[in-house]
T-cell receptor, first 112, second 116 residues
Framework: GQQLNQSPQSMFIQEGEDVSMNCTSSSIFNTWLWYKQDPGEGPVLLIALYKAGELTSNGRLTAQFGITRKDSFLNISASIPSDVGIYFCAGQANFGNEKLTFGTGTRLTIIP | DAGITQSPRHKVTETGTPVTLRCHQTENHRYMYWYRQDPGHGLRLIHYSYGVKDTDKGEVSDGYSVSRSKTEDFLLTLESATSSQTSVYFC???????????????FGEGSRLTVL
């Protein structure tokens, strides 16, 4: 099946730093989505991308749909304590396809 | 708020016993999903449903069955639980726009299952 490689697996940063993470695939996806999961809760959708090259922001978060359709990037600017959690990328092979493929997640920790 | 409720939220059971997890939604969404989450594996699709009595397998469906007899409820059953099925189970629904599944999932709060 399709697999998404998400990196880094974990990040330890100081408050105020910028964060970058990415997701790559060996096959093409036509939709990329980014989710965040807080401890003890279900993942929450952050950003959805539907077009190659698309750059979309949600507050301090910015995500990009790679031109090759095989990767996506998420940046967080000026991190704050509530950014702590696990970030997942997900891809949909075809728009309208019922199934998503998820990455294994990037765990973000903020060092006091 | 997608109005998704999972029950039970926590369950401990013994190997070989049957277990049913329930997902209830209040907003008439067509698509419903069951995922399991394990360290190092992210979220893996077990089964999904695209309508009443319409279900299909995901990537890790062995040992699981599902049923959807009405729009609002999607049940996940482990006929004979094994220790490898210890996991956190998430139900999700997806948004549909102009009749097309957008892939935007909204998750429940999860059900933590421990099989001893």
């Amino acid at each position: 099946g399709q697999q998404l490689n998400q990196s880094p697996q974990s990040m330890f940063i100081q408050e105020g730093e910028d964060v970058s993470m990415n997701c790559t695939s060996s096959s093409i996806f036509n939709t990329w989505l980014w989710y965040k999961q807080d401890p003890g809760e279900g993942p929450v959708l952050l950003i959805a991308l539907y077009k190659a090259g698309e750059l979309t922001s949600n507050g301090r978060l910015t995500a990009q749909f790679g031109i090759t359709r095989k990767d996506s990037f998420l940046n967080i600017s000026a991190s704050i304590p509530s950014d702590v959690g696990i970030y997942f990328c997900a891809g949909q092979a075809n728009f309208g396809n019922e199934k998503l493929t998820f990455g294994t997640g990037t765990r973000l920790t903020i060092i006091p | 708020d997608a109005g998704i409720t999972q029950s039970p939220r926590h369950k401990v059971t013994e190997t070989g016993t049957p277990v049913t997890l329930r997902c209830h939604q209040t907003e008439n969404h067509r698509y419903m999903y069951w995922y399991r989450q394990d360290p190092g594996h992210g979220l893996r699709l077990i089964h999904y449903s695209y309508g009443v009595k319409d279900t299909d397998k995901g990537e890790v469906s062995d040992g699981y069955s599902v049923s959807r007899s009405k729009t609002e409820d999607f049940l996940l059953t482990l006929e004979s639980a094994t220790s490898s099925q210890t996991s956190v189970y998430f139900c999700a629904i997806s948004e549909v726009q102009s009749g097309i599944n957008t892939g935007e999932l909204f998750f429940g709060e999860g059900s933590r299952l421990t099989v001893l």
